[in-house]
């Protein structure tokens, strides 16, 4: 019940918000409703996809709505997508994984409502499309980063699901940490659990009392950089600069940037444009990026992350470019050649320098 008022609440003050801006009936014929996972408060990956909802409502012009903290796998995301609907909604956007299967059903079910989803894979030839980003990008450079950084050759990953988005983030990381330090490994802890921030604080205490002195994440929510933050070490968040929840551990961020994407496929909805597919956007793309390094962070990292981050705009550098070697030495990836995206968005192997598994 309660997330049900929150989820009222929320479509009733968005709607409010917006309805100065909706000056022709063709706009207003066109409402775009978003499903999170936590909390838009989280200052992570929820937190994210709602600035990016605001910047697009405030672009498109077009009412929106949101529901929070809905769970995966359970009968109330296709009871909100329903309540939604039946309110006139005509863009469903659900921002987590575990919605798909979902999602690909109400699509379906509902031929002309405009389905997209959030770091899925599927798709169907009508209505329902996915959306992602290369966020292999910008972890690449934060590992650069954070393997200057680290005194004790250990750095932390505290990680959600042992799913190919969240492994590729950490060979990227890895990959990043190794190219300025490769003595340097990371440690993988899995959590289980995208927002608990229990969970992900005692999981990065267990990697700090290991000795790891820098800590980075995927996860929602502040609360491994807090732990950070208490045993003096230093911390790459994810989703959002998180830097005033840990300003001393704080060393830069992967972040997202959803408004123009999220715009996009809104203003092809009310155009009757739409055509599903599989979006995966770039940092030259501008979906994805390097929040702002810490301040004291040496002069010559930040050059070279620089450097790099021209590179991969220009498309001179890729990160899955070989020689690449698995964690038990065996080579992926040849000298002169660059996984494709196929590979990439199926890719189920740790890279050489990670401690953990996949499985």
């Not at 609907?85 to 921002?95: A, E, M, Y």
């Not at 995927?218 to 732990?227: F, L, M, R, V, Y």
């Amino acid at each position: 019940m309660h997330r049900r008022l929150l989820g009222l609440l929320a479509v009733v003050l968005s709607l409010g918000m917006v309805a100065a801006a909706c000056g022709s009936d063709a706009t207003a014929e066109t409402k775009a409703a978003f499903i999170y996972v936590g909390p838009v408060g989280d200052a992570g990956w929820t937190y994210a996809h709602d600035q990016g909802r605001q910047a697009a409502a405030a672009e498109t012009g077009i009412e929106t709505a949101y529901v929070e903290t809905v769970p995966e796998g359970t009968a109330d995301f296709g009871n909100y997508v329903r309540e939604f609907i039946d309110q006139g909604f005509t863009v469903i956007i659900g921002t987590s994984f575990g919605y798909m299967d979902d999602m690909l059903a109400l699509a379906d079910e509902y031929p002309d409502v405009v389905f997209e989803h959030v770091s899925g894979f599927k798709q169907n030839d009508t209505n329902f499309g996915n959306t992602f980003g290369r966020m292999y990008e910008p972890r690449y450079l934060t590992g650069m980063v954070a393997g200057s950084a680290t005194s004790s050759n250990l750095l932390g990953y505290v990680a959600a699901f042992p799913i190919p988005e969240v492994i590729r983030g950490i060979n990227a990381f890895t990959l990043g940490v190794r190219e300025v330090n490769p003595d340097a490994q990371v440690e993988v802890i899995w959590t289980s659990t995208w927002f608990d921030p229990a969970v992900e604080g005692d999981s990065a205490q267990a990697l700090l009392d290991k000795g790891a002195d820098v800590i980075a994440m995927h996860q929602d929510s502040p609360a491994a950089g807090e732990k950070a933050e208490a045993a003096g070490a230093r911390w790459v968040s994810y989703n959002s600069d998180m830097s005033a929840f840990a300003p001393n551990a704080y060393l830069t961020a992967p972040v997202w940037n959803w408004g123009p994407r999220y715009a996009e496929i809104i203003e092809a909805a009310k155009a009757g444009t739409y055509v599903p597919g599989s979006y995966w956007g770039s940092m030259a793309d501008g979906v994805v990026d390097i929040a702002d390094i810490a301040a004291n962070v040496d002069a010559g990292v930040k050059a070279a992350v620089a450097d790099k981050k021209a590179a991969i705009i220009a498309g001179d550098f890729h990160v899955f470019s070989g020689p690449i070697n698995d964690q038990d030495g065996n080579l992926v990836v040849g000298a002169g050649e660059t996984m494709d995206d196929g590979s990439m968005l199926g890719m189920d192997f740790f890279v050489e320098g990670v401690i953990g598994s996949t499985g």
